[in-house]
Nanobody, 115 residues
Framework: QVQLVESGGGLVQPGGSLRLSCAVS????????MGWYRQAPGKERDLVAH???????NYADSVKGRFTISRDNAKNTVYLQMNSLKPEDTAVYYC?????????WGKGTPVTVSS
């Protein structure tokens, strides 16, 4: 059974914005901190941001001040608002628990930042 589904990626120009969404099964969402991760070609998958069940957030230095993670408990959804996008933000973005569940990795949603 699919428990995490990412959406919202796409092609955007440098300086533009995107909002990613991740629909999460209630059983996971209700008890887990959630994170957004990304993997660029040829690189390891890295944590971008995470949010606890109580709403506390943390960000990688590379995205701090540009990205905002949030969660909507009524919709069982976690979001990543990405502003001032840079070409180096190009990657496949994944959501997962924090720490991640190995069995939960999905296909992600690709983000390409290019002019």
């Amino acid at each position: 059974q699919v428990q995490l589904v990412e959406s919202g990626g796409g092609l955007v120009q440098p300086g533009g914005s995107l909002r990613l969404s991740c629909a999460v099964s209630r059983s996971i969402f209700s008890i887990s901190a959630m994170g957004w991760y990304r993997q660029a070609p040829g690189k390891e998958r890295d944590l971008v941001a995470h949010i606890t069940s109580s709403g506390s957030t943390n960000y990688a230095d590379s995205v701090k001040g540009r990205f905002t993670i949030s969660r909507d408990n009524a919709k069982n959804t976690v979001y990543l608002q990405m502003n001032s996008l840079k070409p180096e933000d190009t990657a496949v973005y994944y959501c997962n628990t924090r720490p991640p569940g190995v069995h939960l990795w999905g296909k992600g949603t690709p983000v390409t930042v290019s002019s």
